[in-house]
């Protein structure tokens, strides 16, 4: 298992350990890994305007020129390649619960 994140290095390596992950979390912060997937998007300037005054700077924080973030989503891909699952869901306090990841992942 491994975790795409938009933002830096040093910010991706802080939420690792803060959130004491035991899995690889890899920094996209051109969002090549999001574009490829298609879940990719520019915030608009207005949310991000909101998003500043309480700490988050979506360029700053994710080192790039672009207020971008990936849709939340989750992908199982097999050894070949090949996505045999995906969630995929604009609402970032929603989830693929980890008892259907279990479910998903036993299929395969």
């Known amino acids: 298992m491994i975790a795409v994140s938009p933002q830096s ?3 991706t390596l802080s939420q690792r350990e803060k959130e004491e992950l035991t899995f690889q979390v890899l920094s996209d912060t051109n969002g090549l890994v999001a574009a490829f997937y298609n879940i990719l998007y520019d915030v608009p300037v207005y949310i991000q305007d909101i998003m500043k ?3 988050m700077d979506l360029m700053e924080y994710n080192a790039t ?8 989503s989750t992908f199982m891909i097999d050894e070949s390649g090949i996505i045999r699952s995906a969630y995929v ?5 929603q989830r693929f619960d ?3 990841i279990l479910h998903e992942l036993r299929k395969l």
Request: no cysteine.
């Open 89 to 93: 869901n604009p609402d970032f306090m």
């Open 53 to 55: 005054p309480i700490g």
């Open 98 to 100: 980890p008892m259907n």
């Open 9 to 11: 290095p040093d910010n």
């Open 65 to 72: 020129n672009r207020g971008i973030l990936p849709i939340p």
